[in-house]
């Protein structure tokens, strides 16, 4: 496709893209680079449709197989963003606001394993798990790009529920722990989402690296 197809169709082009920054606005309300990436992905579909519309009553049935084009690459881009992205961003809210919820009730026991190195596993109970509990109430959430964690561990926490997460230090960043929302079985490691948190460091330093 060149520049000059895209011309013959500039109606579509231009519903995509007011569609895409409308998108885009709407995303950047929930204040993440993921939501406002959904946010436009996902209004592409209707914009090209739009357009499409646009490009029909105002210039009849040419260059039809151009806008045919576009409106499969806004479908692909919509199908992956409600898909996959979208739920994947709903799965880590709901994980978030729930560990900010956390009451010392809701876990009976602490076990801890080193991730990539050996080490004895640790099982915690009492007052680590109240200090646990009252710390993760300043979860947030947190978006890696390409991080070098120098520890990490696994956490399971028995409960009514079980919950597990991975906990990470960064030498760069000794203020905080970053975390992972995951689901195990056997050797497969299902990843929900990521958060950072201030408090949850101090914990970490108190019962893990001691």
Same mark, same amino acid.
């Given at each position: 496709?060149?520049?000059?197809?895209?011309?013959?169709?500039?109606?579509?082009?231009?519903?995509?893209?007011?569609?895409?920054? &409308?998108?885009?606005?709407?995303?950047?309300?929930?204040?993440?680079?993921?939501?406002?990436?959904?946010?436009?992905? &996902?209004?592409?579909?209707?914009?090209?449709?739009?357009?499409?519309?646009?490009?029909?009553?105002?210039?009849?049935?040419?260059?039809?197989?151009?806008?045919?084009?576009?409106?499969?690459?806004?479908?692909?881009?919509?199908?992956?963003?409600?898909?996959?992205?979208?739920?994947?961003? &709903?799965?880590?809210?709901?994980?978030?606001?729930?560990?900010?919820?956390?009451?010392?009730?809701?876990?009976?026991?602490?076990?801890?394993?080193?991730?990539?190195?050996?080490?004895?596993s640790l099982a915690l109970e009492g007052?680590?798990?109240e200090a646990f509990t009252r710390s993760?109430?300043?979860?947030?959430?947190?978006?890696?790009?390409?991080?070098?964690?120098?520890?990490?561990?696994?956490?399971?926490?028995?409960?009514?529920?079980?919950?597990?997460?991975?906990?990470? &230090?960064?030498?760069?960043?000794?203020?905080?722990?970053?975390g992972s929302f995951v689901e195990t079985?056997?050797?497969?490691?299902?990843?929900?989402?990521?958060?950072?948190?201030?408090?949850?460091?101090?914990?970490?330093?108190?019962?893990?690296?001691?």
């Amino acid at each position: 496709m060149s520049y000059g197809d895209l011309r013959k169709v500039w109606r579509i082009v231009a519903a995509i893209v007011a569609a895409q920054l &409308l998108g885009f606005g709407i995303g950047l309300a929930f204040g993440s680079f993921e939501s406002v990436w959904i946010g436009g992905a &996902l209004a592409s579909l209707p914009g090209s449709l739009a357009g499409t519309y646009w490009h029909v009553r105002a210039a009849g049935r040419r260059d039809l197989s151009t806008a045919a084009f576009l409106n499969a690459g806004a479908l692909v881009l919509a199908v992956v963003a409600g898909g996959f992205f979208l739920p994947r961003l &709903l799965w880590e809210r709901a994980y978030i606001a729930e560990m900010a919820r956390l009451q010392t009730a809701d876990v009976r026991r602490i076990e801890v394993n080193l991730l990539r190195e050996s080490g004895p596993s640790l099982a915690l109970e009492g007052e680590a798990i109240e200090a646990f509990t009252r710390s993760c109430a300043d979860v947030e959430k947190y978006s890696p790009n390409h991080p070098r964690y120098e520890r990490s561990w696994h956490l399971v926490l028995e409960g009514p529920k079980r919950r597990e997460v991975e906990l990470h &230090l960064m030498a760069s960043d000794p203020s905080r722990v970053f975390g992972s929302f995951v689901e195990t079985s056997g050797a497969t490691t299902w990843y929900c989402g990521s958060f950072q948190s201030r408090a949850l460091r101090a914990w970490v330093d108190r019962y893990l690296l001691r």
